[in-house]
């Protein structure tokens, strides 16, 4: 009888890549993400920008689709938000590491694309506010709505915002304030 053995971050990373696939690592097992299309291309943009501005003016850094974070260890968990931002202190701590992020993003932003399950993203939400994730959003392009799970909030539920409200970046980034409808593109 063999045993199989848990993938580390450090051997996901050196994994070749492989064309048309994206890799997750979940308690060391290996999970293929599926690409998204273009409008969910499209909404990380949007939001990628919107980070970034807010991070020129209070610091830190935005970091788009494809940044690795390492959330957990033995056995280890690497997941990808869709976009995040990391405070100017902790890439003081750390630089800018040529390989995954060691730790949570103090930022995590999912899109919501057609092929993904709502037990995954909870899955996903819980994965980076238990890591230490401060500020979480689920976007979903069918409502145009924003789910918000914010780890200050001792009560530990989340908000739903519709197309109207304005969403922020909370204690963690307080120059971010945007209508939930400026997240996504506009309708024709």
């Known amino acids: 009888m063999s045993v199989a053995t848990a993938m580390t971050a450090e051997q996901l990373l050196e994994l070749p890549e492989v064309p048309g696939k994206r890799f997750e690592l979940i308690d ?3 999970i293929d993400v599926p690409f998204a299309g273009v409008l969910h291309a499209v909404i990380v943009g ?3 920008r919107l980070l970034a501005a807010a991070a020129d003016k209070h610091g830190g850094y935005a970091f788009g689709d ?3 974070y390492v959330l957990a260890r033995r056995p280890d968990m690497v997941r990808g938000p869709d976009a ?3 405070t100017a202190d902790r890439v003081r701590q750390v630089g800018f590491p040529a390989g995954f992020w060691p730790g949570a993003p103090d930022i995590a932003v999912e899109v919501v694309s057609p092929h993904d ?3 995954e993203i909870h899955a996903k939400t819980r994965d980076y506010l238990a890591a230490g994730t401060r500020l979480v959003w689920v976007l979903w392009p069918e409502t145009r709505s924003v789910t918000v799970w914010d780890a200050a909030d001792a009560s530990g539920a ?3 915002l519709g197309p109207d409200d304005m969403v922020d970046g909370g204690e963690v980034l307080p120059s971010l304030r945007v209508r939930v409808a400026d997240l996504f593109p506009p309708l024709s």
């Open 84 to 86: 995040s931002y990391v």
């Open 117 to 119: 399950r709502a037990v």
């Open 66 to 68: 494809g940044v690795g």
């Open 28 to 30: 060391g097992e290996l």
């Open 158 to 160: 989340s908000r739903e």
């Open 46 to 48: 949007i939001v990628h």
